[in-house]
């Protein structure tokens, strides 16, 4: 065979087996996305009171979910991480956001803060995330959150527990998509602190212990 067709022949099979990778690599990767948890309250107070200031205390959370990029849930025992879709700041950043801005805006105590201040709290929040996931082992995939709440009466010599109770709620999803899952977890949120909202409001018109009528 002619030496130059040879070489022809083989610059054309290096030439097409290159090519297809110079494009691939050459294509735009895929772009981080960052999203939020907001909360729906609506906009009437609660007419239940607990006169006195309420501190939440930095909310916690399982460290299966602590980092920012969403989990999904494929089995029984197979977790997910989604490196392009996350939170834009801790998960449990965003989750006492949320609490702190629903529970001020219930009217429910007279202050509510999220970190110490010149006003000594009479009541303490604590509250931790057990579970946060898109659980898609399922036809119907749904937005998965689970918070614990331990409400503290910092008035007492024993520190009395006056709630301590956990929330979950699982959401239907029309879809698999990030977008789809962060609606389903703001639902599950703001349902969630709707009830937490609901049993504060039953303590606070609870009848008064005797050490309580006494201040």
């Known amino acids: ?29 895929p772009e981080k996305v960052s999203y939020v948890l907001a909360a729906e309250r ?3 107070s609660s007419r239940a009171k607990i006169p006195g200031v309420l501190q939440i205390t930095p909310l916690r959370i399982s460290p299966r979910f602590a980092s920012r990029s969403f989990v999904y849930r494929q089995s029984e025992s197979r977790y997910q991480a989604d490196f392009y879709h996350e939170f834009l700041v801790s998960p449990a950043s965003l989750a006492q956001e949320e609490t702190v801005r629903w529970l001020s805006a219930s ?33 119907q995939p ?8 331990l409400l503290l ?6 520190i009395a527990i006056l709630l301590n109770r956990s929330y979950r709620f699982e959401s239907p999803l029309d879809s698999t998509s990030a977008d789809a899952l962060v609606d389903g977890w703001n639902t599950a949120l703001s349902r969630i602190l709707a009830n937490l909202e609901r049993d504060l409001g039953n303590i606070a018109m609870a009848p008064a212990t005797p050490s309580e009528r006494k201040e």
């Open 1 to 29: 065979m002619n030496p130059y067709l040879t070489r022809f022949l083989i610059f054309l099979f290096l030439a097409g087996w290159l090519l297809p990778g110079c494009i691939r690599l050459g294509q735009r990767a």
């Open 42 to 44: 609506p906009a009437s």
């Open 107 to 139: 009217g429910i105590f007279s202050t509510v803060s999220s970190s110490s201040g010149p006003l000594t709290p009479d009541y303490v929040l604590q509250a931790k995330i057990i579970d946060l996931y898109g659980d898609f082992r399922s036809q």
């Open 142 to 149: 749904t937005g998965v959150l689970e918070m614990a709440f």
């Open 153 to 158: 009466d910092q008035r007492t010599a024993d």
